[in-house]
């Protein structure tokens, strides 16, 4: 099925379905690299499972992000909780883009047992009537939680109803976690109500007019203008490198959809090209900018590493005609960068790593770490589609010998038994996933962090400075393990970490 023919339904398909996705799978970075996209369609569940998060975090992360936004959950009192240590990213990043400091502004219906009984569409039609009243915001993202996914309220009825008796444009979201088991569904979910809700028809376009010399100026900028999609984990710095880089080729730079406005959402259909940072992230929305809108778009590199940023700035040189200069940026980067990177090798040099986030990620982090010397010894990723072949195949190229690979939606009792048998020097793994390590004295690093430089050149240096800053000084960890231990038998680190994975 066409992507557009996707988002004429009300919520979107699960990952599961659209994309084969997996996340119960073992196996090695050359067993993947041979296997290419029917890898895993025979795998199956695990017999056990710990808990994880599901599609409301991810979501709600990009949805507070937005200014001139009311988020309305539609669900339990208890889903909204994330929200809460969520704010300070919100605030922080509003403080670096515009210079004020403004809390997220998230409601909800708190449906209790009797709404469950009756129905809880009267209880949201009023919420956000009194949302639009007390803020007037020029959106209202209705996020809808499992409870409602179970009595069948329909929330974009509601929206359909409610709208013309409020000013904001209402976006019904589909979050409803028990749909799902892979978490990046939460962002196909807030694409599909941007572009359901907000974004213009093709039909009723206005023409970008000619100023008053008859010159087309403004069309002829907009044939530089590029979308740069950014995600929730990153941060303002990132953003900076990567609108650097893309200056420095001569191109305008429209950063979607975090922190953007809605008219920065409208303006993405007139680009003349659409940029991923991460394909996991992106490839549903910009599949459908392309069918609906006509906006080209590139999916295929994630900037993070010397190599791959230097393969993402050439897929975009290439679309301009800026090869040329693209060659020379990428000389002259990584000149700088070689030199600046030689005071860390030394230390780096063969010592190994474990690393755990969502698949592009973590393949990227892991390609970066090769490049500084490491050798990378285990990989975790959150999930499994094919958009991450090619990744595969470039670590397995390089790779001195295999190594593992765990495709698991977190579980740490699997990511404690394969630390506790492989000991890396080093274990880098996403916010709030480092516990398992530390508690194991295995030093940490967190892989990203909206405060910290992570991608492109200068993002290779700031986390070499920061990993030669933790190799240095590892007590912490050390002594950490002294005194706390990890919940799991003898028995279970005496089996094989994959024992519990079901395959056909």
């Known amino acids: 099925m066409s992507t557009i023919e996707y988002f004429k339904h009300k919520d979107p398909p699960k990952r599961e379905e659209r994309l084969k996705a997996c996340i119960a799978h073992g196996d090695t970075v050359c067993g993947l690299a041979r296997k290419g996209k029917g890898c895993l369609t025979q795998d199956g569940e695990r017999s056990f499972t710990q808990g994880s998060i599901c599609l409301l975090l991810p979501a709600l992360a990009m949805l507070n992000s937005l200014p001139d936004n009311v988020v309305l959950l539609h669900s339990a009192l208890g889903c909204g909780s994330c929200t809460h240590s969520q704010n300070a990213n919100v605030r922080m990043g509003g403080n670096v883009r515009w210079g004020r400091v403004k809390d997220g502004v998230w409601l909800s219906t708190a449906l209790d047992e009797t709404d469950v009984i009756s129905g809880g569409e009267p209880k949201l039609e009023q919420a956000i009537i009194e949302a639009d009243r007390r803020y007037r915001p020029r959106t209202i993202t209705v996020v809808a939680g499992c409870v409602p996914g179970i009595i069948g309220d329909d929330i974009d009825g509601v929206a359909q109803k409610v709208q013309p008796q409020v000013a904001a444009r209402i976006l019904p979201v589909h979050c409803e976690g028990f749909k799902t088991k892979i978490w990046a569904t939460a962002y196909d979910a807030v694409f599909h109500a941007v572009g359901r809700n907000l974004l213009e028809d093709p039909e009723e376009r206005q023409p970008v007019l000619p100023d008053e010399e008859g010159s087309g100026r403004e069309k002829i900028r907009l044939q530089r203008t590029v979308n740069l999609m950014n995600v929730s984990s990153m941060g303002r710095v990132d953003e900076v490198e990567l609108e650097r880089l893309l200056n420095s080729l001569g191109l305008e730079v429209n950063i979607f959809p975090v922190f953007s406005r809605p008219d920065d959402m409208v303006k993405a259909t007139r680009a003349a090209l659409s940029i991923s940072t991460c394909p996991t992230h ?130 740490p009792f699997e990511e404690a038994n394969l630390l506790s048998r492989i000991r890396p020097d080093l274990f880098l793994g996403h916010a709030n996933g480092n516990m398992t390590a530390a508690k194991l004295g295995i030093p940490t690093h967190v892989i990203y962090n909206t405060g910290l430089a992570y991608i492109g050149y200068r993002g290779v240096y700031e986390i070499a400075r920061r990993l030669h800053r933790q190799l240095r000084n590892p007590i912490y960890n050390r002594k950490l393990s002294r005194h706390l231990q990890l919940p799991y038998s003898d028995e279970w680190y005496g089996e094989s970490p994959f024992s519990h994975i079901k395959t056909g």
Request: charged share 25%; hydrophobic share 45%.
């Open 282 to 411: 992106d490839d549903y929305f910009l599949s459908y900018l392309h069918e609906r809108f006509g906006v080209p778009f590139v999916l295929k590199h994630m900037p993070i590493g010397i190599n791959n940023t230097g393969l993402w700035i050439r897929d975009v040189a290439t679309r301009f005609g800026q090869e040329e200069a693209a060659e020379r940026l990428i000389a002259a980067e990584e000149a700088e960068l070689e030199e600046a990177l030689a005071e860390f090798r030394p230390l780096f040099a063969g010592k190994t790593v474990f690393v755990s986030a969502g698949e592009f990620r973590a393949l990227a982090t892991a390609k970066l770490l090769e490049e500084l010397g490491f050798r990378v010894v285990g990989i975790r990723s959150f999930h499994h589609d094919a958009y991450a072949e090619g990744e595969y195949e470039k670590l397995a190229a390089t790779a001195g010998e295999d190594y593992v690979i765990d495709i698991a939606n977190v579980q």
